[in-house]
T-cell receptor, first 115, second 111 residues
Framework: GENVEQHPSTLSVQEGDSAVIKCTYS??????FPWYKQELGKGPQLIID?????GEKKDQRIAVTLNKTAKHFSLHITETQPEDSAVYFC??????????????FGKGTKLSVKP | ETGVTQTPRHLVMGMTNKKSLKCEQH?????MYWYKQSAKKPLELMFV???????ENNSVPSRFSPECPNSSHLFLHLHTLQPEDSALYLC??????????FGSGTRLTVV
């Protein structure tokens, strides 16, 4: 089955700096890679996702890159702000996470943005 | 609100109690999931339901019993739990066109 590794487990940056979180996956058949942000007391919220037919996707200060050959994908946050502080999870599945594929999650990265 | 509502938000129960967690979604999704989130562990998939049918039971102990009466509601019945079962229990829903939408979870403490 799929196995997702996520690094680092904790990340501390100064406000305005960039943050990068990396994930690797094991199943070459996986084709959907979402990223979730979890704030204290809340469930994970989808922030961006990418499918295997795309190498990069950007949404304002957040971008995700995918290298299918190497089986790794990364989350990039630019111009970090204190409200970006949260736990971020990567995940992988065989479809878009619907009925034919279950999401397998990484262990999470606790991001702290210092003002 | 995400569209997935979980109740209660917090639950404290003794090891001999019986309680139930409830999840409700009105997003029109056809799949619903229970995940367990413990400290320093990945989100652990427990159960999957597609169109009310259970399609996956990820080796979950029988003291956890899921129920899906319709595609909008999902329950997790709990009985004779252990202290190590204390965790955040998350419900999610999805369909082929959309990713997972999670609820806020139920923080369970077993004493």
């Amino acid at each position: 089955g799929e196995n997702v590794e996520q690094h680092p487990s904790t990340l501390s940056v100064q406000e305005g700096d960039s943050a990068v979180i990396k994930c690797t996956y094991s199943d070459s058949a996986s084709n959907y890679f979402p990223w979730y942000k979890q704030e204290l007391g809340k469930g994970p919220q989808l922030i961006i996702d990418i499918r295997s037919n795309v190498g990069e996707k950007k949404d304002q200060r957040i971008a995700v890159t995918l290298n299918k050959t190497a089986k790794h994908f990364s989350l990039h946050i630019t111009e970090t702000q204190p409200e970006d502080s949260a736990v971020y999870f990567c995940a992988a599945s065989g479809t878009n996470g619907g009925s034919q594929g279950n999401l397998i999650f990484g262990k999470g990265t606790k991001l702290s943005v210092k003002p | 609100e995400t569209g997935v509502t979980q109740t209660p938000r917090h639950l404290v129960m003794g090891m001999t109690n019986k309680k139930s967690l409830k999840c409700e979604q009105h997003l029109g999704h056809n799949a619903m999931y229970w995940y367990k989130q413990s400290a320093k562990k990945p989100l652990e998939l427990m159960f999957v339901y597609n169109f009310k049918e259970q399609t996956e039971n990820n080796s979950v102990p029988s003291r956890f019993s899921p129920e899906c009466p319709n595609s909008s509601h999902l329950f997790l019945h709990l009985h004779t739990l252990q202290p190590e079962d204390s965790a955040l229990y998350l419900c999610a829903s999805s369909n082929r066109e959309a990713g997972y939408t999670f609820g806020s979870g139920t923080r369970l403490t077993v004493v």
